[in-house]
T-cell receptor, first 113, second 114 residues
Protein backbone atom coordinates (compact mmCIF):
# COMPACT_ATOMS: atom_id res chain seq x y z
CA UNK A 1 0.00 0.00 0.00
CA UNK A 2 0.88 3.67 -0.06
CA UNK A 3 3.33 5.02 2.51
CA UNK A 4 5.27 8.18 3.31
CA UNK A 5 8.58 8.37 5.13
CA UNK A 6 9.91 11.61 6.61
CA UNK A 7 13.29 12.38 8.10
CA UNK A 8 13.23 11.90 11.81
CA UNK A 9 13.28 14.94 14.02
CA UNK A 10 13.41 17.00 15.92
CA UNK A 11 15.25 19.56 13.82
CA UNK A 12 16.70 22.62 15.55
CA UNK A 13 17.99 25.56 13.52
CA UNK A 14 19.08 29.10 14.14
CA UNK A 15 17.09 31.93 12.60
CA UNK A 16 17.97 32.57 8.93
CA UNK A 17 19.41 29.07 8.47
CA UNK A 18 18.55 26.91 5.44
CA UNK A 19 15.95 24.22 5.99
CA UNK A 20 15.54 20.84 4.33
CA UNK A 21 13.09 18.21 5.51
CA UNK A 22 13.30 15.00 3.53
CA UNK A 23 10.24 13.10 2.38
CA UNK A 24 10.06 9.96 0.27
CA UNK A 25 7.01 7.99 -0.71
CA UNK A 26 5.97 4.56 -1.91
CA UNK A 27 2.99 4.41 -4.22
CA UNK A 28 2.01 3.10 -7.61
CA UNK A 29 1.10 5.50 -10.32
CA UNK A 30 1.15 9.24 -9.89
CA UNK A 31 -0.22 10.41 -6.55
CA UNK A 32 -0.49 14.04 -5.58
CA UNK A 33 1.96 15.18 -2.88
CA UNK A 34 1.42 17.65 -0.06
CA UNK A 35 3.15 19.37 2.83
CA UNK A 36 1.09 20.37 5.85
CA UNK A 37 2.11 22.41 8.89
CA UNK A 38 0.69 22.03 12.39
CA UNK A 39 1.25 24.78 14.94
CA UNK A 40 0.83 23.97 18.65
CA UNK A 41 -2.81 23.48 19.60
CA UNK A 42 -4.04 23.88 16.03
CA UNK A 43 -5.16 21.66 13.20
CA UNK A 44 -3.20 20.96 10.04
CA UNK A 45 -2.83 23.67 7.43
CA UNK A 46 -1.97 22.94 3.82
CA UNK A 47 1.42 24.52 3.09
CA UNK A 48 1.93 23.51 -0.54
CA UNK A 49 1.20 20.77 -3.02
CA UNK A 50 2.27 19.29 -6.35
CA UNK A 51 0.06 17.13 -8.51
CA UNK A 52 2.43 15.79 -11.17
CA UNK A 53 6.06 14.95 -11.72
CA UNK A 54 8.50 17.90 -11.83
CA UNK A 55 5.86 20.27 -10.44
CA UNK A 56 7.15 22.66 -7.81
CA UNK A 57 4.84 23.71 -5.00
CA UNK A 58 5.65 26.92 -3.15
CA UNK A 59 4.16 29.07 -0.40
CA UNK A 60 5.47 31.49 2.26
CA UNK A 61 9.07 30.93 1.14
CA UNK A 62 8.78 27.13 1.33
CA UNK A 63 9.30 25.01 -1.78
CA UNK A 64 9.12 21.33 -2.72
CA UNK A 65 9.59 19.61 -6.08
CA UNK A 66 7.83 16.38 -7.07
CA UNK A 67 10.63 14.01 -8.13
CA UNK A 68 9.19 10.85 -9.65
CA UNK A 69 12.59 9.28 -10.36
CA UNK A 70 13.60 9.43 -6.67
CA UNK A 71 10.02 9.26 -5.28
CA UNK A 72 10.77 12.31 -3.17
CA UNK A 73 9.16 15.61 -2.21
CA UNK A 74 11.70 17.36 0.03
CA UNK A 75 10.66 20.60 1.75
CA UNK A 76 13.09 23.55 1.62
CA UNK A 77 13.24 27.12 2.82
CA UNK A 78 16.15 29.46 2.32
CA UNK A 79 15.92 31.40 5.57
CA UNK A 80 13.79 30.17 8.48
CA UNK A 81 12.18 32.37 11.11
CA UNK A 82 11.22 31.68 14.71
CA UNK A 83 7.59 31.72 13.58
CA UNK A 84 8.27 28.68 11.36
CA UNK A 85 8.61 26.50 14.47
CA UNK A 86 5.96 23.80 14.05
CA UNK A 87 5.43 20.19 13.04
CA UNK A 88 5.61 19.51 9.30
CA UNK A 89 3.84 16.58 7.65
CA UNK A 90 4.39 15.16 4.19
CA UNK A 91 1.39 13.41 2.65
CA UNK A 92 0.18 11.80 -0.55
CA UNK A 93 -3.24 11.28 -2.04
CA UNK A 94 -4.78 9.65 -5.09
CA UNK A 95 -7.05 12.69 -5.18
CA UNK A 96 -5.49 15.90 -6.52
CA UNK A 97 -7.17 17.75 -3.68
CA UNK A 98 -6.29 15.36 -0.89
CA UNK A 99 -9.58 13.55 -0.36
CA UNK A 100 -8.04 10.52 1.35
CA UNK A 101 -4.48 11.19 2.39
CA UNK A 102 -1.61 9.07 3.69
CA UNK A 103 0.67 11.00 6.05
CA UNK A 104 4.22 10.68 7.29
CA UNK A 105 4.89 10.82 11.01
CA UNK A 106 5.85 14.48 11.00
CA UNK A 107 9.06 16.40 11.66
CA UNK A 108 9.25 18.89 14.50
CA UNK A 109 11.12 22.06 13.62
CA UNK A 110 12.36 24.47 16.29
CA UNK A 111 13.94 27.74 15.18
CA UNK A 112 15.96 29.63 17.78
CA UNK A 113 16.61 33.38 17.62
CA UNK B 1 -16.25 32.85 7.52
CA UNK B 2 -15.83 30.17 10.17
CA UNK B 3 -13.49 27.37 9.27
CA UNK B 4 -13.93 23.76 10.29
CA UNK B 5 -15.14 23.51 13.86
CA UNK B 6 -15.06 20.50 16.16
CA UNK B 7 -16.55 19.71 19.54
CA UNK B 8 -15.73 19.01 22.23
CA UNK B 9 -12.14 20.21 22.48
CA UNK B 10 -11.16 17.61 25.04
CA UNK B 11 -12.85 14.46 26.28
CA UNK B 12 -12.00 11.85 28.90
CA UNK B 13 -13.65 8.43 28.84
CA UNK B 14 -13.04 5.04 30.39
CA UNK B 15 -12.48 1.73 28.62
CA UNK B 16 -15.63 0.18 27.24
CA UNK B 17 -17.54 3.44 26.99
CA UNK B 18 -18.86 5.00 23.81
CA UNK B 19 -18.04 8.47 22.49
CA UNK B 20 -19.45 10.84 19.87
CA UNK B 21 -17.37 13.60 18.31
CA UNK B 22 -18.84 16.36 16.17
CA UNK B 23 -17.66 18.35 13.19
CA UNK B 24 -19.08 21.31 11.29
CA UNK B 25 -17.48 21.81 7.89
CA UNK B 26 -16.29 25.08 6.46
CA UNK B 27 -19.06 27.08 4.82
CA UNK B 28 -19.69 25.84 1.29
CA UNK B 29 -18.09 22.45 1.90
CA UNK B 30 -20.03 19.21 1.52
CA UNK B 31 -17.47 16.46 2.11
CA UNK B 32 -16.11 15.52 5.52
CA UNK B 33 -13.20 13.22 6.37
CA UNK B 34 -12.10 11.98 9.78
CA UNK B 35 -8.54 11.21 10.84
CA UNK B 36 -6.99 9.75 13.98
CA UNK B 37 -3.65 11.22 15.06
CA UNK B 38 -1.87 9.29 17.80
CA UNK B 39 0.77 11.13 19.81
CA UNK B 40 3.96 11.59 17.79
CA UNK B 41 2.45 10.17 14.59
CA UNK B 42 0.83 11.46 11.47
CA UNK B 43 -2.93 11.42 10.95
CA UNK B 44 -4.50 8.18 9.77
CA UNK B 45 -7.58 8.24 7.55
CA UNK B 46 -10.69 6.77 9.17
CA UNK B 47 -13.45 7.50 6.63
CA UNK B 48 -15.02 10.11 4.41
CA UNK B 49 -18.66 11.18 4.06
CA UNK B 50 -20.34 12.77 1.09
CA UNK B 51 -24.08 13.09 0.41
CA UNK B 52 -24.73 11.49 3.80
CA UNK B 53 -23.00 8.26 2.88
CA UNK B 54 -19.64 6.75 3.76
CA UNK B 55 -17.63 6.90 0.54
CA UNK B 56 -14.15 5.74 1.55
CA UNK B 57 -12.84 3.94 4.61
CA UNK B 58 -9.40 3.38 6.04
CA UNK B 59 -8.18 0.40 8.02
CA UNK B 60 -10.29 0.90 11.14
CA UNK B 61 -12.59 -1.62 12.85
CA UNK B 62 -16.37 -1.43 12.82
CA UNK B 63 -16.27 0.11 16.30
CA UNK B 64 -15.65 3.34 14.39
CA UNK B 65 -18.76 4.60 12.68
CA UNK B 66 -20.00 7.90 11.42
CA UNK B 67 -22.85 9.91 10.14
CA UNK B 68 -23.36 12.95 7.96
CA UNK B 69 -26.41 15.17 8.31
CA UNK B 70 -28.29 17.09 5.59
CA UNK B 71 -26.49 20.30 6.65
CA UNK B 72 -23.17 18.49 5.91
CA UNK B 73 -22.08 18.33 9.55
CA UNK B 74 -20.78 14.99 10.73
CA UNK B 75 -20.36 12.79 13.76
CA UNK B 76 -17.74 10.19 14.56
CA UNK B 77 -18.82 7.44 16.96
CA UNK B 78 -16.47 5.03 18.67
CA UNK B 79 -17.89 2.09 20.64
CA UNK B 80 -16.23 -0.12 23.24
CA UNK B 81 -13.34 2.28 23.74
CA UNK B 82 -9.84 0.90 24.14
CA UNK B 83 -6.82 2.56 25.68
CA UNK B 84 -5.31 2.67 22.20
CA UNK B 85 -8.13 4.89 20.98
CA UNK B 86 -6.57 7.79 22.89
CA UNK B 87 -5.62 10.29 20.19
CA UNK B 88 -6.37 13.59 18.54
CA UNK B 89 -9.31 13.18 16.17
CA UNK B 90 -9.23 15.55 13.23
CA UNK B 91 -12.05 16.47 10.92
CA UNK B 92 -11.35 17.83 7.45
CA UNK B 93 -13.79 19.28 4.94
CA UNK B 94 -13.61 20.12 1.27
CA UNK B 95 -15.80 21.82 -1.27
CA UNK B 96 -17.86 20.76 -4.25
CA UNK B 97 -15.35 21.76 -6.90
CA UNK B 98 -13.13 18.69 -6.94
CA UNK B 99 -10.74 20.37 -9.33
CA UNK B 100 -9.73 23.22 -7.10
CA UNK B 101 -10.91 22.77 -3.52
CA UNK B 102 -8.40 21.30 -1.12
CA UNK B 103 -9.30 20.02 2.30
CA UNK B 104 -9.26 22.17 5.44
CA UNK B 105 -8.67 20.72 8.88
CA UNK B 106 -10.32 21.56 12.17
CA UNK B 107 -8.37 21.94 15.44
CA UNK B 108 -9.28 18.45 16.58
CA UNK B 109 -10.80 16.74 19.60
CA UNK B 110 -8.35 15.30 22.11
CA UNK B 111 -9.77 11.97 23.40
CA UNK B 112 -8.20 10.34 26.43
CA UNK B 113 -9.29 6.82 27.37
CA UNK B 114 -8.47 5.72 30.93
Amino acid sequence: GDSVTQMEGPVTLSEEAFLTINCTYTATGYPSLFWYVQYPGEGLQLLLKATKADDKGSNKGFEATYRKETTSFHLEKGSVQVSDSAVYFCALSRDTNAGKSTFGDGTTLTVKP
Amino acid sequence: DAGVTQSPTHLIKTRGQQVTLRCSPKSGHDTVSWYQQALGQGPQFIFQYYEEEERQRGNFPDRFSGHQFPNYSSELNVNALLLGDSALYLCASRGRDRRTDTQYFGPGTRLTVL
